[in-house]
């Protein structure tokens, strides 16, 4: 396995989930990048969850200097967060590869996520407040932290429904042994197309932390304007947006899931596949 080539690499049929949607800027290029860095994870002999260890790190340091309103940290940041995307593609691919995939490791990726995103939102706050003086940029970027987090445990079980029903096949062992039969339909949503979606994708990561990206190089290009005697920059205004108006959606879509008893639904329906596994 150390001795595999890029071009056996790169010809492998599982190296990209088609579950994910990055968009074109993840497709033509981070992927192709990520190539690169997963031949050197393999050829390292670093494993799928290792890799997402150094996605989390690497997230978390871009979040800490965002927070210093410098240009070279700020563009420093901004290149740790996209190697943190990087990093979020490569895992999975090593992971593929070296059929490593599992339930635990897609959790570890999902708790990378609610600890890198949060992050990145305070990060930005604090540097927004450095750069224009206005205090708010500390509460929007905390609002929009908190309330990034994901609350309900259904996600968690969304993940775990996810990779068990959509990698049912060879290229995954263990879990191709499994006896699923489609009715558990553990992580499938309505409407997954709809336009709406598309719009909540861009508000979800990766996309938001490339929005960041844009904003936080606008703010380095240009001086922060004036009006009405206070400063304002791209960053503090998508923190004003966002950070009201995030806490009222997570507010709507714990609701939701409550009275459809989604939670439930899913744990009963996972504690039943693994039943099915274990009582072979």
Not at 218 to 243: E, H
Request: net charge positive.
């Amino acid at each position: 396995m150390a001795d595999v080539t890029l071009k056996e690499l790169k010809n492998f049929k599982h190296r990209i989930n088609p579950e994910e949607r990055q968009g074109a800027y993840g497709y033509y290029f981070i992927r192709p990048f990520s190539l690169y860095l997963t031949f050197l994870a393999i050829r390292a002999g670093l494993t799928a969850n290792q890799v997402t260890v150094l996605q989390i790190l690497s997230g978390v340091a871009g979040a800490v200097c965002l927070a210093i309103p410098t240009t070279a940290f700020g563009l420093a940041g901004l290149a740790l967060l996209q190697l943190g995307f990087v990093f979020d593609n490569v895992d999975g691919e090593v992971a593929r590869f070296r059929k490593q995939a599992s339930v635990t490791g897609k959790f570890l990726d999902s708790v990378g996520h609610e600890i890198v995103v949060p992050c990145m939102f305070f990060g930005l706050g604090l540097g927004t407040y450095f750069r224009t003086g206005n205090f708010e940029s500390i509460i929007f970027g905390f609002l929009a932290g908190f309330f990034s987090l994901r609350f309900d445990i259904a996600t968690l079980y969304q993940e775990a429904g996810q990779l068990i029903e959509s990698k049912l096949n060879q290229a995954y062992d263990y879990y191709a042994s499994f006896k699923y039969t489609g009715a558990e339909n553990l992580y499938k949503r309505k409407n997954e197309e709809s336009a709406i979606r598309m719009v909540f994708g861009m508000f979800a990561y990766p996309a938001t932390m490339n929005i960041i990206c844009v904003l936080v190089l606008l703010d380095l290009w240009l001086s922060p304007f004036m009006i009405a005697d206070r400063q304002f920059s791209f960053a503090y205004v998508f923190l004003l947006i966002y950070g009201a108006l995030l806490p009222l959606r997570r507010v709507i879509t714990i609701r939701k899931l409550v009275r459809a008893r989604e939670t439930e639904r899913k744990y009963v329906s996972l504690v039943e596949l693994m039943q099915n596994k274990t009582g072979e």
